[in-house]
Nanobody, 125 residues
């Protein structure tokens, strides 16, 4: 059974930082793209970043580029999303996602097969 378990959400002040983790199990980690979506209150889901565990290539949405950084630790089967320079608009539930992909990523448009339960991030002004 594939599982994606997010952690690291919480409350931060504007301008602050958080680190989200997504621990994957039940899959061959290096054969998957791991991504992050978020859903703000009253809004739809937004794909914000993804990383290929095959070659480490990554992609970011314009809304988070240069503020968020995605990284992967294959030994721990864990992907991290470093959230820096946080804004109140970053308040959302953040979801980890995964799909089978053996190549580089040029964007994050995939049909993700697996989703985590989400971790809530709240940014106060």
């Amino acid at each position: 059974e594939v599982r994606l378990v997010e952690s690291g959400g919480g409350l931060a002040q504007a301008g602050g930082s958080l680190r989200l983790s997504c621990e994957a199990s039940g899959l061959n980690f290096e054969d998957y793209v791991i991504g992050w979506f978020r859903q703000a209150p009253g809004k739809g889901r937004e794909g914000i970043s993804c990383i290929s565990n095959k070659d480490g290539s990554a992609h970011y949405a314009d809304s988070v580029r240069n503020r968020f950084t995605i990284s992967s630790d294959t030994d721990k089967s864990t992907v991290y999303l470093h959230l820096n320079s946080l804004k109140p608009d970053d308040t959302a539930v953040y979801f980890c996602v995964a799909t089978f992909w053996l190549y580089s990523v040029k964007d994050c448009v995939f049909q993700y097969d697996y989703w985590g339960q989400g971790t809530r991030v709240t940014v106060s002004s």
